[in-house]
Protein backbone atom coordinates (compact mmCIF):
# COMPACT_ATOMS: atom_id res chain seq x y z
CA UNK A 1 0.00 0.00 0.00
CA UNK A 2 1.38 3.63 -0.89
CA UNK A 3 1.02 6.76 -0.02
CA UNK A 4 -1.14 7.66 -3.34
CA UNK A 5 -4.00 5.26 -2.02
CA UNK A 6 -6.63 5.47 0.41
CA UNK A 7 -6.07 4.92 3.15
CA UNK A 8 -3.12 6.50 4.06
CA UNK A 9 -3.65 9.20 1.41
CA UNK A 10 -6.61 10.28 3.60
CA UNK A 11 -4.51 9.90 6.89
CA UNK A 12 -1.59 12.04 5.24
CA UNK A 13 -3.57 14.65 4.40
CA UNK A 14 -5.67 14.93 7.67
CA UNK A 15 -2.53 14.43 9.48
CA UNK A 16 -1.14 17.96 7.30
CA UNK A 17 -4.24 19.94 7.68
CA UNK A 18 -3.89 18.95 11.42
CA UNK A 19 -0.39 19.72 11.15
CA UNK A 20 -1.04 23.46 9.10
CA UNK A 21 -3.96 24.75 11.40
CA UNK A 22 -2.05 23.52 14.67
CA UNK A 23 1.03 26.00 13.22
CA UNK A 24 -1.16 28.57 12.41
CA UNK A 25 -3.22 29.12 15.33
CA UNK A 26 -0.23 28.74 17.09
CA UNK A 27 1.51 31.71 15.42
CA UNK A 28 -1.76 33.61 15.50
CA UNK A 29 -1.72 33.29 19.56
CA UNK A 30 1.86 34.52 19.54
CA UNK A 31 2.00 36.85 16.71
CA UNK A 32 -1.48 38.27 17.25
CA UNK A 33 -3.33 39.89 20.94
CA UNK A 34 -6.68 38.28 20.51
CA UNK A 35 -8.18 39.98 23.34
CA UNK A 36 -7.47 43.00 21.87
CA UNK A 37 -8.76 41.79 18.55
CA UNK A 38 -12.22 40.79 20.05
CA UNK A 39 -12.10 44.18 21.74
CA UNK A 40 -11.54 45.87 18.34
CA UNK A 41 -14.25 43.90 16.91
CA UNK A 42 -16.57 44.35 19.38
CA UNK A 43 -16.10 48.60 19.10
CA UNK A 44 -16.38 48.01 15.41
CA UNK A 45 -19.69 46.31 15.68
CA UNK A 46 -21.30 48.73 18.45
CA UNK A 47 -20.18 51.35 15.88
CA UNK A 48 -21.84 49.65 12.70
CA UNK A 49 -24.88 49.07 14.68
CA UNK A 50 -25.38 52.46 15.80
CA UNK A 51 -24.58 53.75 12.51
CA UNK A 52 -27.38 51.64 10.73
CA UNK A 53 -30.18 52.38 13.45
CA UNK A 54 -29.22 56.26 12.73
CA UNK A 55 -29.13 56.14 9.44
CA UNK A 56 -32.35 53.71 9.42
CA UNK A 57 -34.38 56.78 11.68
CA UNK A 58 -33.41 59.44 9.73
CA UNK A 59 -31.02 60.56 12.84
CA UNK A 60 -28.75 63.06 11.07
CA UNK A 61 -26.87 64.45 14.14
CA UNK A 62 -26.37 61.46 15.33
CA UNK A 63 -25.29 59.72 12.04
CA UNK A 64 -22.79 63.16 11.57
CA UNK A 65 -21.29 62.44 15.45
CA UNK A 66 -20.79 58.47 14.89
CA UNK A 67 -19.55 59.77 11.19
CA UNK A 68 -16.58 62.00 13.31
CA UNK A 69 -15.30 58.62 14.56
CA UNK A 70 -15.26 56.54 11.65
CA UNK A 71 -11.51 57.65 10.40
CA UNK A 72 -10.56 56.09 14.45
CA UNK A 73 -12.93 53.27 13.07
CA UNK A 74 -10.44 52.88 9.69
CA UNK A 75 -7.56 52.88 11.91
CA UNK A 76 -8.93 49.42 14.22
CA UNK A 77 -10.05 47.59 10.95
CA UNK A 78 -6.84 48.13 9.62
CA UNK A 79 -4.67 46.81 12.44
CA UNK A 80 -7.17 44.19 12.66
CA UNK A 81 -6.31 43.31 9.37
CA UNK A 82 -2.27 43.72 10.11
CA UNK A 83 -3.11 41.01 12.36
CA UNK A 84 -3.98 38.81 9.97
CA UNK A 85 -1.70 39.41 7.58
CA UNK A 86 1.59 39.15 10.09
CA UNK A 87 0.43 34.86 9.85
CA UNK A 88 -0.40 34.92 6.26
CA UNK A 89 2.88 36.19 5.23
CA UNK A 90 4.83 33.65 7.33
CA UNK A 91 3.21 30.61 6.16
CA UNK A 92 2.31 31.42 1.99
CA UNK A 93 5.67 30.69 0.90
CA UNK A 94 6.08 27.41 2.86
CA UNK A 95 2.74 26.32 1.75
CA UNK A 96 2.71 27.20 -1.67
CA UNK A 97 5.99 25.07 -1.96
CA UNK A 98 4.12 21.83 -0.13
CA UNK A 99 1.45 22.31 -3.13
CA UNK A 100 3.72 22.07 -5.70
CA UNK A 101 5.18 18.74 -4.56
CA UNK A 102 1.81 17.45 -3.56
CA UNK A 103 -0.35 18.51 -6.65
CA UNK A 104 1.57 16.04 -8.90
CA UNK A 105 1.89 13.52 -6.53
CA UNK A 106 -1.72 13.13 -6.26
CA UNK A 107 -2.82 14.55 -9.55
CA UNK A 108 -5.44 11.77 -10.82
CA UNK A 109 -5.48 9.86 -7.94
CA UNK A 110 -8.37 9.27 -5.43
CA UNK A 111 -7.31 10.86 -1.80
CA UNK A 112 -10.72 9.31 0.37
CA UNK A 113 -14.13 8.81 0.39
CA UNK A 114 -16.36 11.38 1.03
CA UNK A 115 -19.24 9.31 3.44
CA UNK A 116 -22.47 8.73 0.87
CA UNK A 117 -20.30 10.40 -2.11
CA UNK A 118 -17.10 8.12 -2.84
CA UNK A 119 -13.72 9.68 -3.96
CA UNK A 120 -15.37 11.58 -6.63
CA UNK A 121 -17.09 15.19 -5.60
CA UNK A 122 -19.88 16.01 -7.93
CA UNK A 123 -18.60 19.57 -8.27
CA UNK A 124 -17.30 21.25 -10.96
CA UNK A 125 -14.77 23.45 -8.78
CA UNK A 126 -11.58 21.96 -7.65
CA UNK A 127 -12.09 18.26 -9.11
CA UNK A 128 -9.85 16.96 -7.29
CA UNK A 129 -10.05 15.38 -3.93
CA UNK A 130 -7.05 16.53 -2.83
CA UNK A 131 -8.22 20.35 -2.81
CA UNK A 132 -11.53 19.28 -1.16
CA UNK A 133 -10.47 16.43 1.38
CA UNK A 134 -7.61 19.30 2.80
CA UNK A 135 -10.21 21.97 2.52
CA UNK A 136 -12.43 19.79 4.80
CA UNK A 137 -9.82 18.92 7.27
CA UNK A 138 -8.11 22.49 7.40
CA UNK A 139 -11.77 23.97 8.38
CA UNK A 140 -12.26 21.19 11.28
CA UNK A 141 -8.76 21.29 12.71
CA UNK A 142 -8.71 24.89 12.05
CA UNK A 143 -11.85 25.57 14.19
CA UNK A 144 -10.61 23.19 16.95
CA UNK A 145 -7.44 24.65 17.56
CA UNK A 146 -9.12 28.33 17.23
CA UNK A 147 -11.43 27.55 20.13
CA UNK A 148 -8.56 25.51 22.10
CA UNK A 149 -6.33 28.71 21.73
CA UNK A 150 -8.84 31.23 22.52
CA UNK A 151 -8.40 32.65 18.96
CA UNK A 152 -12.33 32.64 18.23
CA UNK A 153 -15.65 33.69 21.00
CA UNK A 154 -17.78 31.04 22.03
CA UNK A 155 -21.47 32.38 21.96
CA UNK A 156 -23.49 32.18 24.67
Given at each position: MSLQEIPLS???MFGLAAS???LTSLANRLLTN???SKAWRK????WNSQLRKAQ??????TVEKLMKKQQYILQLQSKMSWQQLKVTLIFIIPLLIIWQFLGPF?????LAYFPGIGANLPVPLFGSSLVWWYLLSSF???TMFSHVFGLIEVSD
Open positions: TLLISLPEKEISEKAGDKKFYGKNFFG
